[in-house]
């Protein structure tokens, strides 16, 4: 019986030591961290920044406060607005970031190849041959 709990404790151990489980566990954490600043970013800032000229014109001060004949949908609303503008935000950053990546991607290229000489005189010689080839044939 010990010998199994043993084994089962060494089975618990290296499953959760695994890289794998550890960055899935980081990524719900600053996952969580980064949905509040999300979330009040949208509430605090976007939304009445967005919704204060409509809500103007209404004898309303709080979208959520909207209903007709018992039906809330000034809720309905506010989530709908919360999530387009999320989604909107959240959007944004990704494509930046994949910018960023490709940017530091194509740098990281010319740099390897700028670092190699051997590619830099192929690419010269190349140029050169196709040089030749291009005048030998309007000559």
């Not at 970013?41 to 919704?51: G, S």
């Not at 607005?81 to 010319?110: C, G, H, P, W, Y």
């Not at 390897?112 to 010689?125: F, K, S, T």
């Amino acid at each position: 019986m010990a010998a199994a709990q043993s084994s089962l404790l060494g089975d618990f151990k290296n499953f959760i030591m695994k890289g794998n489980v550890l960055d899935l566990a980081v990524a719900v954490i600053l996952g969580g961290a980064f949905a509040k600043i999300v979330e009040s970013l949208i509430k605090d800032i976007i939304t009445p920044a967005v919704l204060s000229p409509i809500l103007a014109s209404l004898p309303v001060k709080d979208i959520n406060l909207l209903e007709f004949n018992g039906i809330k949908y000034g809720l309905f609303l506010s989530a709908l607005i919360n999530f387009l503008l999320i989604a909107a935000v959240i959007f944004l950053m990704v494509r930046s970031f994949e910018t960023a990546k490709r940017k530091m991607s194509r740098q990281e290229a010319m740099a390897a190849e700028a670092a190699d000489p051997i590619a830099v005189q192929q690419q010269l010689i190349s140029s050169i041959d196709r040089l030749n080839t291009t005048v030998s044939q309007k000559i």
